[in-house]
C-alpha cells in the first residue's frame, strides 16, 4: 500500500495542473426538469441558472437520455453532425480530450444529444459507467480547457449520476481519459486530499 501511495503522490507532483471535483454523485432525475451542474465551480440546479449563457454549465435530463451543454461548453461528438443535436460520444479508456477532438458545432451556442445510448461504438449503455468529453471556457471570451466527466446514465430512476469530473487548468492542455479502476479512484481521492484543489473559480491564464 505504502508503494501505491508513493506512485500515487509521484503522479501528482508530475500532474499537478489537474483539477478534480471530488466525488459527487449527482443524481440525475428521469424527468423533463433535470439537472444543471456548474463544470467550473461544482454548483447546481434543478432550474435553468440565471448565468446559462456566461457561465460553464452542462445539463442532463431523462436520466442522462438528454445531454446539452450551453455556449460556454462544448462536448466531444461523434457520428453525424446536425447543429444543435450532436451525438455526445462515450469515451473509451485512453482518449485524449484536446485540441485534436472533434467538438460540438452547436446551434446559437448550444448543443444537445439524444442519441448518444445504444449498443454502437462511441454509445452509452445503460447502466454501465462511461466517460465524456468536453472543452470549456470560464467566462464569455475566456481561454478554453479541457476535461472529462464520469457518469452512469439510466432509465430507472435511481442509478444515473454524474460521479465525477476532471480537467487540466492550463490553457489548451489536453487531458487523457484513464481506467475505471480502483488505482484511478485511489488516485483521484489522493489527488483531493492531498493537493486540495477541489473545482473551483481559476485565474485567466
Known amino acids: 500500500m505504502k508503494t501505491i501511495l508513493a506512485l500515487l503522490l509521484l503522479t501528482i ?17 428521469y424527468n423533463m426538469g433535470g439537472i444543471y451542474v456548474n463544470l467550473l465551480t461544482a454548483a447546481t ?3 435553468e441558472p440565471g448565468t446559462i449563457e456566461t ?16 455556449p460556454l461548453v462544448r462536448s466531444v461528438v461523434t457520428g453525424s453532425v ?18 485534436s477532438s472533434r467538438l460540438s458545432i452547436g446551434d446559437t451556442g448550444y448543443n444537445g444529444s439524444e442519441t448518444h445510448i445504444g449498443p454502437s ?20 471570451g ?5 476535461g472529462f466527466m464520469r457518469v452512469t446514465l439510466d432509465s ?12 487540466e487548468d492550463v490553457v489548451g492542455q489536453a487531458i487523457t481519459v484513464p481506467e475505471p ?6 488516485f483521484m481521492a489522493v489527488l483531493g486530499l492531498l493537493a486540495h484543489r477541489r473545482v473551483r473559480p481559476m485565474h485567466a491564464h
Open 156 to 167: 430507472d430512476g435511481v442509478s444515473a449520476k454524474i460521479h465525477d469530473w476532471s480537467f
Open 142 to 146: 475566456g481561454s478554453s480547457y479541457f
Open 13 to 29: 507532483s508530475s500532474h499537478a495542473a489537474v483539477i478534480y471535483s471530488g466525488l459527487q454523485d449527482i443524481s440525475l432525475p
Open 55 to 70: 457561465a460553464p454549465w452542462m445539463f442532463m435530463n431523462f436520466g442522462g437520455s438528454g445531454i446539452s451543454t450551453a
Open 181 to 186: 479502476s480502483r488505482a484511478f479512484l485511489c
Open 45 to 47: 440546479s434543478s432550474s
Open 121 to 140: 461504438l462511441g454509445q452509452f449503455v445503460l447502466g454501465t459507467q462511461g466517460f465524456l468529453g468536453f472543452q470549456f471556457e470560464q467566462m464569455v
Open 82 to 99: 446536425t447543429p444543435g443535436m450532436e451525438q455526445t460520444e462515450n469515451l473509451a479508456t485512453g482518449s485524449i480530450v484536446g485540441l
